[in-house]
């Protein structure tokens, strides 16, 4: 079939929310994607973070194959064995005391939204309890993520939200200061803001941040979905900043594709939950926790984090070339294999010339920034390669 007729089946039975782009990807190997055509493109943007061991990945690959020949699906009335490994395995790399298993990011950020109610609540706090997030956050597209997302566009079209959320700047400690009442009973961000054009938090900002969490007996809930699972150079980016959250939330590579989430949380927020109080339907069924678990293991034994501090420096001094060399690009942000170019116009003519024209993968992070998000595994020469494609995109725009 023409990759037109994909393209006009697709536009016939979707829902249109995505501006997609004309191509059509059938199949990838390593760092690389292929299209229906079988041309080959260069995918530094993982599908938005998820890939983090890249396409095709072998372990990955046998494990799936045989929990396919074991057990699909379990109801939660029962254990299963690969998510009590994949638990285990996940709070030894976090340090954190309790897990639960998700379909999505989104779902996870739901579960710490009502481990910070359930807080409030046992502590006998007055119903109106408050949270307070921070602006140019993105925290996913379900209402209560969408209500401590602090984006005005993504909001508006499906008020009112959920009540009692305030919103302060990141990296702003004033800022959070000035919003904090005897009702706040937790504070929620990302430690890296994707969306919001990758910007990291200060350790100034965010040890100040659980220094008001701690005094007031309120819950510090950090958002890892884009930032954790290695991407910053630390399992967690939480972990460079000498903090520990009392909640957070992991997803996107955490199933290397597979849809999987978690939130994890430790100390009081550990026994917020009681029997009754969540659950879910398909989480931490054995296929998606099979593939959580091989991705922890395959995450160790290859030394992936110690990988990305590697090759994350080397991208770092590479996409500094461009802000020397370019007028039209004026910042460069970031840590690890999660960074940004900000350019002085939208973005979209450069990320489209570079998938069309170069056969380069690249996403954006709002309008004018760039964001570099490749699989974790890939080398300097791959490096090399997105920048000789991303010169030739921009000069040709």
């Known amino acids: ?39 080959e493109y260069l995918d530094f943007g993982a599908g938005i973070a998820v890939m983090g061991l890249g396409y095709g990945c072998q372990e990955l690959k046998e494990t799936l194959k045989g929990q396919v020949d074991k057990l699909f699906h379990v109801s939660n009335l029962f254990y299963n064995v690969p998510s009590i490994e994949a638990g285990e395995k996940l709070l030894k790399a976090s340090g954190m005391e309790k897990v639960f298993f998700t379909n999505s990011g989104a779902e996870a950020i739901e579960g710490l939204l009502k481990i ?14 408050e949270i307070i997030a921070m602006r140019h956050s993105f925290h996913g597209r379900t209402l209560g993520a969408l209500s401590v997302t602090g984006n005005d566009h993504y909001q508006e079209p499906f008020a009112p939200l959920i009540p009692g959320i305030r919103f302060a700047m ?21 430690t890296i803001q994707g969306e919001g054009g990758i910007y990291p938090a200060t350790e100034e900002f965010l040890k100040g941040v ?13 958002d890892e979905i884009q930032c954790g699972m290695g991407r910053s150079g630390h399992m967690f980016a939480w972990q460079g900043y000498g903090v ?12 290397n594709g597979v849809p999987i989430g978690a939130f994890l949380a430790s100390g009081k927020a550990a026994s917020a939950i009681v029997p009754g109080d969540h659950g879910t339907t398909y989480g931490g069924n054995p296929f998606v ?4 678990s091989k991705v922890l293991d395959v995450f160790e034994e290859k030394k992936i984090v110690e990988h990305v501090r590697e090759t994350g420096d080397y991208l770092w001094t590479r996409l500094d070339e461009f802000v020397e060399k370019y007028d039209c ?36 992070a709002g309008s004018n920034v760039i964001r570099f998000v490749p699989p974790l595994v890939i080398e300097k020469t791959d490096v090399d390669e997105m920048v000789r494609r991303l010169k030739a995109a921009i000069e040709a725009v």
């Open 244 to 255: 520990k959250p009392d909640g957070m939330s992991v997803a996107k590579a955490l199933g």
């Open 329 to 364: 690009v004026q910042a460069h942000r970031g840590i690890g294999l999660i960074q940004g170019l900000e350019f002085t116009k939208p973005v979209a003519p450069v990320v489209a010339n570079a998938l069309l024209e170069q056969k380069l993968v690249l996403i954006s």
């Open 170 to 190: 990141f990296n702003d400690l004033d800022s959070v200061k000035a919003v904090w009442s005897e009702k706040t009973c937790a504070v929620i961000m990302e």
């Open 1 to 39: 079939m023409e990759k037109q007729q994909y393209i006009d089946r697709a536009e016939q039975a979707f829902y249109k929310v995505y501006n997609r782009f004309p191509v059509v990807f059938d199949h990838g190997e390593g760092v690389c994607l292929y299209d229906t055509d079988g041309q």
């Open 289 to 292: 926790c099979a593939a959580a």
């Open 116 to 129: 910070a109610k359930r807080h409030a609540f046992d502590k006998g706090m007055a119903p109106d309890y």
């Open 210 to 222: 659980q220094s008001l969490c701690d005094e007031h007996d309120a819950l510090l809930l950090l």
